[in-house]
């Protein structure tokens, strides 16, 4: 019997010749296939099974609905913590003038406030006008719309006034109502010369406070600046008259032969007199040649100036003598004067042109006859005011003048009291009746 080979197939299986190469290639088969199969049940990648909150299960992330977010429950709990529901306490906040018992003892704790705490709005909590405003104008510096916001005038005035020197700005001081605040202001803050009214006032103003004549606009300005100084040299500044310039050296150097540079006498008569003038020395008139208009008119100036008639009589004309009378008697309410004057009829002219200018009858009591009846009712009857009640009562013509004058005078003041003045009954009725 034969024995059996274990490397053959069984009966009935074709026999087949195995090498070894064919070993290796089926063992290689092998292996790739476990190798696909393994590969298709491997596990999902980290972070790629998030749900629907966004939380990662295979990392161990899990929803907490508690806190709102994903977490993990062995690093942290997700019961919510516990809130705590007590209230907290604000302690109440206490105004720092509230216990104040008075309006006065409140707005002096405000204004203390305002003042320690530099803090303007502090000056609300004052009840007071006056006390509110003073509280506010020490904050006030640059800012003119802060003035208009406070109460009274004077408050507003020195809130203008303070801004005004703080942005140095002269216009601001127009705005100021006190005359004298707003006189100081433009002083302070522009040349003093601003407050001066014209231009010419202001001109001769700067040119004495420059020392420079040719900041003058007229020749007074000019004659005065030299007489002032003393400075000769302005005189040849004067433009229009060359008079003047005579006169304004002959000032300065008070010298009279000045006056005679031109060689004319008319010229050097005038220059007199305008110098006498400027110096105030009636002396001076008497350089003036005699007969000459000039040298009378000197005198009756002066005469006018120091309320002394005499004066007049150094006048050399005739006619200068009486116009010198009449205007003083005029002028100073004088008509005493008029005695003086030596024709009649400019001597009846000086009392009626007096007692006119005047409104004084009194004055025609120097006149006679139908001069003194004309010239009381010229002045009680015409167009000029009755000047007083004396004036009627110094009327010579008592019976008839004289209650006519009050009459008249009441009736202008519309005065019924000078009616009781009136002596006569009748000129009393009518008077009253008048005003009743």
């Known amino acids: 019997m034969r024995a059996i080979n274990p ?19 089926l063992v290689i ?7 696909a199969g393994c590969a298709q049940t491997q596990a999902p990648a980290p972070g790629s099974d998030r749900d629907a909150h966004g939380c990662i299960p295979s990392a161990g992330y899990s929803w907490c609905d508690s806190k709102q977010k994903c977490l993990r429950e062995w690093e942290e709990n997700c019961t919510a913590p516990v809130q705590n529901t007590t209230p907290t306490v604000v302690p109440a906040v206490v105004a720092p003038c509230a216990d104040t018992h008075s309006v006065q003892t409140h707005d002096l704790c405000w204004a203390s406030v305002a003042n320690k ?44 006034d303070r801004v005004a020197h703080a942005l140095n700005q002269s216009a ?37 406070r420059k020392h420079d004549p040719a900041l003058c606009l007229d020749d007074v300005c000019r004659f005065n600046y030299a007489q002032t100084t003393q400075t000769i040299d302005a005189c040849d500044m004067i433009k229009a008259d060359r008079v003047q310039v005579l006169s304004c050296k002959a000032t300065v150097m008070q010298d009279p032969t000045y006056c005679t540079g031109d060689n004319l006498s008319s010229r050097a008569d005038y220059c007199y007199e305008l110098t006498a003038e400027a110096l105030n020395d009636s002396s001076w008139c008497s350089y003036g040649q005699l007969g000459s208009l000039y040298r009378d008119d000197c005198y009756e100036y002066f005469a006018i100036l120091t309320k002394n008639p005499d004066t007049c009589k150094y006048a050399y004309l005739e006619t200068s003598r009486d116009n010198c009378y009449i205007n003083y008697s005029i002028n100073v309410d ?31 009591n120097g006149l006679m006859g139908k001069d003194k009846t004309s010239c009381y009712n010229l002045v009680v009857t015409g167009s000029v005011p009755i000047r007083d009640v004396q004036a009627c009562m110094a009327i010579d013509n008592t019976e008839v003048w004289q209650p006519i004058c009050l009459r008249n005078l009441a009736v202008q003041k519309k005065d019924s009291s000078i009616c009781d003045l009136i002596t006569s009954a009748s000129y009393q009725s009518e008077c009253k009746a008048k005003l009743s």
């Open 7 to 25: 490397y053959k197939f069984p009966m009935g299986f074709p026999r087949m010749a195995i090498s070894m190469r064919a070993w290796f290639a």
């Open 29 to 35: 088969m092998v292996s790739a296939l476990l190798m």
């Open 117 to 160: 705490q530099k803090n303007i709005t502090a000056c609300d909590g004052i009840y007071q006008i006056d006390a509110r405003d003073a509280c506010i104008l020490p904050f006030v510096t640059s800012d003119p719309a802060v003035c208009s916001q406070l109460n009274t005038i004077p408050a507003q005035d020195n809130c203008t």
């Open 172 to 208: 601001m001081c127009a705005k100021l109502q006190d005359i004298t605040l707003q006189r100081n202001c433009y002083i302070d803050l522009n040349s003093p010369c601003a407050i001066e009214t014209t231009p010419n006032a202001v001109a001769s103003c700067e040119a004495m």
């Open 334 to 364: 004088a008509p005493a004067a008029c005695e003086n004057v030596i024709n009649s009829l400019n001597r009846n002219k000086c009392y009626i042109h007096t007692a006119l200018q005047r409104g004084d009858p009194s004055a025609c």
